[in-house]
């Protein structure tokens, strides 16, 4: 059983490395059977299913791979979310495919759904295990695209599409078709690192790192959540 842990960026990859204090120079645990995996892609949606279905056939070459997650952090969409607060994608879709002409639902890649789902258990335990964190963690659709969000328009033009749209970003809806594909489970958990607007350049880069952690932070707490079992069998 393996779980892969993928994150875009380096500071994302860092900062999952850091919280969860294994050993940092590997990218590969493993808690008696149960694998746990990091890697990182890269940014946009060709680098992220590129990597991810590399980590994936390659894994499984080794055991099962149960669940991919994506830690990372993600433009807001949302009025009542603020810089730092997590969002859990209960559906990831990409915001920049347009097959409309030939009658399927805006954003939908012709031969695939509108949309990749989060198992809703699964969304429902990581906001239990959320509990007692200080920011607020919110569950709802993330949009993908290969684009960096940071006006008014782009964020509209989402929004007006899919008004729930929680936040915004370059990889989870790749990721989560790659899981689809692959008949894996995907959750994704981002922080928000700014405001999609014309502030966003600026506020990436001084929020990402506090907002790549407050993400790590409860990856670290939804795996070990799953490791548990196994990680008491080994204490036994
Ligand atoms: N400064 C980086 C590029 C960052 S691109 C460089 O020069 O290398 C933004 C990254 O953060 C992507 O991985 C994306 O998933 C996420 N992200 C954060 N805010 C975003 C926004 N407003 N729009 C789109 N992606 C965003």
């Given at each position: 059983?393996?779980?892969?842990?993928?994150?875009?960026m380096q500071e994302e990859y860092d900062a999952i490395q850091s919280v969860l204090e294994w050993d940092e120079e590997s990218g590969d645990h493993s808690f008696n059977g149960q694998r746990v995996i990091i890697c990182k892609s890269g940014i946009g949606k060709v680098n992220a299913a590129q990597h991810l279905a590399d980590a994936?056939?390659?894994?499984?070459?080794?055991?099962?791979?149960?669940?991919?997650?994506?830690?990372?952090?993600?433009?807001?969409?949302?009025?009542d979310q603020n810089i730092g607060d997590i969002v859990l994608g209960t559906e990831c879709f990409h915001h920049d495919v347009d097959a409309t002409g030939f009658g399927y639902e805006k954003f939908q890649v012709p031969g695939m759904p509108a949309s990749y789902k989060a198992d809703p258990g699964l969304v429902r335990r990581?906001?239990?295990?959320?509990?007692?964190?200080?920011?607020?963690?919110?569950?709802?659709p993330i949009a993908t695209g290969d684009q960096f969000i940071h006006s008014h328009i782009g964020k509209e033009r989402i929004n007006l599409n899919k008004p729930d749209a929680?936040?915004?970003?370059?990889?989870?809806?790749?990721?989560?078709?790659?899981?689809?594909?692959?008949?894996?489970?995907?959750?994704?958990?981002?922080?928000?690192?700014?405001?999609?607007d014309g502030k966003a350049p600026t506020n990436f880069n001084e929020f990402l790192k506090e907002a790549s952690l407050?993400?790590?932070?409860?990856?670290?707490?939804?795996?070990?959540?799953i490791i548990s079992p196994q990680l008491k069998k080994e204490g036994a």
């Open positions: 059983m393996s779980i892969i842990i993928i994150t875009a994936v056939i390659k894994e499984k070459m080794i055991s099962t791979v149960d669940l991919v997650i994506n830690t990372g952090v993600a433009g807001n969409l949302s009025r990581t906001l239990e295990l959320s509990e007692g964190m200080n920011v607020r963690v919110y569950a709802g929680r936040c915004v970003e370059m990889e989870s809806a790749a990721f989560a078709q790659v899981c689809y594909n692959f008949k894996i489970k995907f959750l994704a958990i981002r922080s928000i690192s700014d405001d999609a407050n993400a790590a932070e409860l990856v670290k707490r939804l795996v070990i959540d």
